[in-house]
């Protein structure tokens, strides 16, 4: 490597997800997940919208746009802290899902689902157990 080359770092990495109700979208995600909208995008009044969601570090980005991304997409999230948002789903008694915690070899993990089909699995490695 050159002086004038930098080494090589990628950034954070932000999901593109498929919503087609922003009400739905806006329930479960701000509403159950605690997210906050951080902007939101259109090309006029009778376009989709084009968001962008976060919560604590996690950004995730909503889209109308056909073709934006397939419904039904799995991702993993890793995090601290999992036993207080799992607390917190709960105590959202959110009427469309109760997720449980689970023990899974050498992590927890809370998986949720939206009204799209799109899951989320959250975990937290335990101590020494990260890949």
Known sequence: ?????????????????????????????LGFLGFSVDW??????NFPLYLQISRQGLKLHLSEHAGDATPG????????GIRTFHRERTDQNYRYMKPELQHMDGRLELQ???PFGNRIRFMEHAEGSEP
Do not use: W
């Not at 990628?10 to 593109?16: E, L, R, S, Y």
């Not at 997409?73 to 601290?80: D, E, G, I, R, T």
């Open 1 to 29: 490597m050159t002086a004038s080359e930098q080494p090589i770092a990628f950034a954070q990495v932000i999901p593109i997800l498929r919503i087609f109700d922003i009400e739905k979208a806006h329930q479960f995600y």
């Open 40 to 45: 939101e995008h259109r090309h006029g009044a």
């Open 73 to 80: 997409s799995n991702m993993c999230v890793p995090m601290k």
């Open 112 to 114: 949720v689902t939206d």
